[in-house]
């Protein structure tokens, strides 16, 4: 019987119910596409040089697990709040609570169970599709077929059976402890009463203004440790201050433009601000809470995709200021025979230069770095040294001009991020002691010849030719760190640069080059006297190529993650957004139907319901724009050793021209369907 | 007295060739400037079915129908909205306020539709909820009082505007007795001090015995037409029921 009958209204919510079904089977479909993605072997095996890839894989099934719950949670809620009348009329008609309870109880098992076999369904589709993307990025073959995980379908029904029951639970509550009155009511009453409490919105709107600028100005102190190597213990305070800020702005705004427009009769009489404000009002504490949790998914898919991006130019422009030249190589031996034949085999030479860096005692230069990231390397104790002529032809590799130098002359090339710094204490102490001699700093070059650690760590220091005698013995070759840091000796070097980029298989080919040493080591260990043998690699083989297709696959895959996230994040707000839109839009249609009785031209109604709609939909951005940029320039202080402004500008601009794109499609797609909604039989 | 509205002949059919409800067939009458007349007739008589043509909510199958000699059933789509709200007040069964604002709202808001400048607004508004005796609840929410109070908010807001002719389709339905007259009293006030025009459709003898003219509908047929004069109303009232009496068919369902 009571089975008959709640089969019957639901039925006829047949429409409420098509969204609610079609929102739980997405999120079902979306959570069991990530399962399988996280377990698949296909994409596993992509990713072993992802040492961190499981725990991106943990921390975004958590967030999409969290967006689904929330998402279940909000139309399951919605749902019984369109049925509030219908289950306060069984009430009156003597029905028990707990029956009530469990016909919707009932329904909602129903449509849980249905929805989840539809959405594995739907998932196994998009798993097939992510995963074509992911293999394609990765240029790697694979074939469309239904594989089908039954870990991730355990997985999947376990995340989600566990949130649909708890969700249930809660309604269950809320229907027993609801009294008849607020059932029969619920669907007129409005929420404005809440705003006449709130006296002090003004106040509250200042509270959240303080928060939230407090909360960026704690941040980037942070930051500034965070550069400085320091322990930051107050980034998570600076997060939830920005947290709580965004909540109290949503609070505040709302009940700040209801006071502004509906208190004032003048302002309210004017046009038709006051049909529109009381619309959007109606519902103002669900509104509010839904307003600013999109506003905070927007910001935090704004601040990630831009720190995403922000790492995938600082590991571009690594790698571009590592390698000037295609290969390079290090060695403690002269004869590079064994890697010039491979290479001439295997690659296109454009150029190859053979020379040596030569190494010094500290002259004091390292100083300058006190101030930058890259502090460390005052105490390294040692300074590297580039002859003229060799300086000069890799500056002619890299092309740029020759330099000349007097006898009693030298100039520091140094990393562009550092040459500042170094300027600066060049005008201080204007000359060098090297090897007894008196040189005068006669300028502070940038060139890219390779001064990430290669030719010397972030400078070098180039003197005249003449004075590398006077530095170096012929037979002081560097063999290991130790006698490097003493600062003295030398060792060979060699750059390549090549008409195409090269492969990894080009990289390994070349690894297998190196000369492999075995040396007895002998240690002390307990007091008794251990000798082993280690195989030691004096020499250091780098290529461009390898590196960048290994960065370069590694931030594809995370970048993908993020995007797909983010993707999930977008889609899940739209969704929620559009489903209140539309499934309230029977109500809107009732209340338009009288404004056009009443004589409201059909020209007048369609622009409220433009704005309607955009409010919606606009209002959670302004406070994820407002937030999102200066928090990303913060973050972006981090890298900007690595990265110009101008990139970090271009970033923002890409992220927020994506999203505007996915969340615009929403808007109109729920603009046309409201629309049509509203015209239907009137 | 000047004729305000001309109903000419009109017909209305619906449904397709082999099933047609004739829901109005072949009305025609007048209403002159400051009437209150009354459209009486069983469920199913064609009364909405008549009054929704003359709102402009419904089209006429064939026939006109003049107010101050425009013919409205020629009125453009486009132009439709605009003459609804210069010359029609409405009041519903249902009440037809709108939940999200309050009864000060409702009415104010067909003149923010009128775009009448908000002082005026305010101004009329509050005047007019005086009259009616609704300024107690003016920043209350419908659903927060009674139907009595609604409909008189309805009325108010049919009125606020000053149109040529108040449409009222069963205004008492959903009123108790008590509420009911007083509605009516308020109605006839607003005929009788305020000039204004009022077709009411009503199945409830009482309700039409507030009058100056009935129209009896049967089968959306004209059937009959009264005048109260100068008669007193209770005296109108036995008159009215004697008509229904001869209408026959349901008359026990009208009582
Ligand atoms: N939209 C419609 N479609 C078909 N038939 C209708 C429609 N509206 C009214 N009718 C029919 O027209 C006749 C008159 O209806 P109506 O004017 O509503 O009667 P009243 O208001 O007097 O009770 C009835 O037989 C009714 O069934
Ligand atoms: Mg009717």
């Known amino acids: ?682 | 007295m000047e004729t305000l509205l001309k109903v000419d002949q009109i017909q209305k059919y619906y449904g397709n060739k082999d099933n047609i409800t004739k829901a109005i067939d072949g009305i025609s009458f007048e209403v002159e400037e400051g009437e209150f007349i009354g459209i009486m007739g069983a469920s199913g008589s064609g009364k909405t079915t008549l009054l929704n043509c003359i709102a402009t909510i419904d089209n006429v199958s064939s026939g006109h129908i003049y107010l101050n000699k425009r013919d409205i059933t020629e009125i453009k789509e486009k132009d439709i909205a605009k003459f609804r709200r210069e010359n029609l007040g409405f009041i519903f069964q249902d009440f037809n306020l709108l939940d999200t604002l309050t009864i000060e709202e409702n009415i104010a808001l067909i003149l923010t539709i009128n775009k009448i400048s908000e002082k005026e607004i305010d101004k009329k508004t509050i005047e007019i909820a005086k009259k009616l005796g609704i300024e107690d609840i003016l920043n209350k929410y419908p659903y927060q009082v009674s139907g009595g109070q609604k409909q008189r908010c309805a009325s108010a807001r049919a009125i606020v505007n000053s149109p040529k002719i108040i449409l009222a389709d069963e205004p008492t339905g959903a009123l108790d007795s008590k509420s009911a007259r007083q509605l009516l009293e308020i109605m006839e006030e607003m005929n009788k001090k305020m000039k204004a025009t009022i077709l009411m459709v009503t199945h409830d003898p009482l309700s039409a015995s507030y009058c100056s003219k009935i129209l009896f509908l049967k089968d959306g047929k004209i059937f009959n037409k009264i005048e109260r004069g100068e008669k007193e109303r209770k005296q109108f009232y036995n008159e009215i029921l004697d008509v229904l009496a001869l209408l026959g068919g349901d008359t026990r369902d009208v009582r």
């Open chain 1, 1 to 682: 019987m009571l089975g008959k009958l709640s089969i019957r209204n639901a039925k006829r919510q047949a429409k409420d119910y098509i969204i609610y079904f079609i929102t739980v089977a997405i999120s079902v479909a979306l959570m069991f596409s990530f399962n399988s993605i996280a377990v698949s072997e296909d994409i596993s095996d992509l990713s072993t040089m992802l040492k961190d890839f499981s725990k991106y894989i943990t921390g975004i099934s958590v967030a999409i697990i969290l967006i689904m719950a929330w998402l279940i949670n909000y139309t399951m809620k919605f749902m019984l709040e369109k049925r509030s009348k219908e289950f306060g009329t069984y009430q009156i008609l003597g029905l028990e609570k707990k029956d009530i309870a469990n016909i919707f109880t009932l329904e909602n098992m129903v449509i849980g169970i249905l929805a989840f076999v539809i959405g594995i369904g739907l998932g196994v589709f998009l798993y097939q599709i992510l995963t074509s993307i992911i293999m394609n990025l990765f240029n790697q073959p694979y074939q469309i077929g239904i594989t089908f995980s039954l870990e991730a379908v355990g997985k999947t029904a376990v995340f989600f059976f566990i949130t649909f029951i708890l969700v249930l639970w809660n309604c269950r509550r809320k229907i027993k402890k609801t009294k008849v009155y607020d059932l029969l009511y619920a669907e007129k009453k409005n929420e404005n009463n809440i705003i006449k409490n709130i006296k002090g919105n003004a106040i509250i709107f200042i509270l959240s203004l303080i928060l939230m600028i407090g909360g960026l100005v704690i941040a980037n102190g942070e930051v500034d440790k965070i550069n400085a190597n320091e322990k930051a213990d107050y980034i998570v305070p600076a997060i939830i201050m920005l947290i709580i800020g965004v909540f109290l702005f949503y609070k505040g705004i709302t009940s700040f433009l209801v006071k502004r427009y509906l208190d004032n009769k003048s302002r309210k009489y004017k046009k038709n601000n006051m049909f529109l404000y009381r619309n959007l009002t109606s519902k103002i504490n669900t509104m509010t809470i839904t307003i600013s949790i999109t506003a905070l998914m927007f910001m935090l898919i704004f601040i990630g995709g831009n720190i995403a991006l922000l790492y995938n130019n600082m590991l571009n422009n690594e790698i571009e200021m590592s390698f000037p030249f295609e290969i390079l190589i290090q060695s403690n031996d002269d004869d590079f025979t064994k890697y010039k034949e491979y290479i001439e085999e295997n690659a296109q030479v454009k150029n190859m230069y053979e020379y040596r860096i030569y190494y010094i005692n500290n002259t004091g230069i390292a100083n300058a770095l006190k101030d930058t990231n890259f502090r460390n390397v005052a105490s390294y104790g040692y300074d590297s040294v580039l002859s003229l002529t060799d300086y000069n032809k890799l500056r002619e590799m890299v092309g740029a001009d020759k330099i000349e130098l007097q006898d009693n002359e030298v100039v520091v090339n140094t990393l562009k991020t550092v040459k500042g710094n170094v300027e600066e204490y060049a005008n201080k102490s204007n000359s060098l002691q090297i090897a007894d001699r008196n040189m005068k700093i006669k300028g502070i070059e940038d060139e890219n010849i390779g001064q990430v650690s290669f030719n010397g760590d972030y400078y070098a220091i180039i003197v005249p030719d003449s004075l590398i005698e006077e530095i170096s013995k012929e037979d002081e070759i560097v063999r290991n760190e130790n006698e490097r840091l003493s600062g003295k000796g030398y060792i060979y070097k060699l750059v390549v640069e090549t008409e195409e980029t090269t492969s990894e298989e080009f990289y390994e080919g070349l690894e297998d080059c190196m000369d492999k040493e075995e040396r007895q080591v002998t240690e002390v260990v307990n007091g008794e006297e251990i000798t082993y043998t280690i195989e030691v690699e004096d020499e250091r083989v780098e290529v461009k190529g390898a590196r960048t297709s290994q960065t370069r696959s590694m931030y594809t895959i995370v970048s993908f993650l993020a995007f797909y996230l983010a993707l999930i994040f977008v889609m899940a707000t739209a969704t929620l957004l559009a489903i209140q839109q539309l499934s309230d839009s029977e109500k809107y249609k009732y209340r338009y139907d009288i404004l056009q009785k009443l004589g409201m031209d059909k020209k007048d109604i369609n622009k409220m319901i433009l704005k309607q709609i955009l409010f919606y939909f606009a209002i959670p951005m302004i406070i994820p724009i407002f937030i999102g940029i200066p928090t990303t320039l913060i973050v972006s202080r981090t890298v900007l050793s690595a990265i110009t402004i101008e990139e970090v500008i271009r970033n923002i601009g890409i992220i927020f021209g994506i999203f505007i794109l996915v969340y615009g499609i929403y808007f109109i797609a729920t603009y046309i369907q409201f629309d049509r909604n509203i015209e239907e039989k009137r």
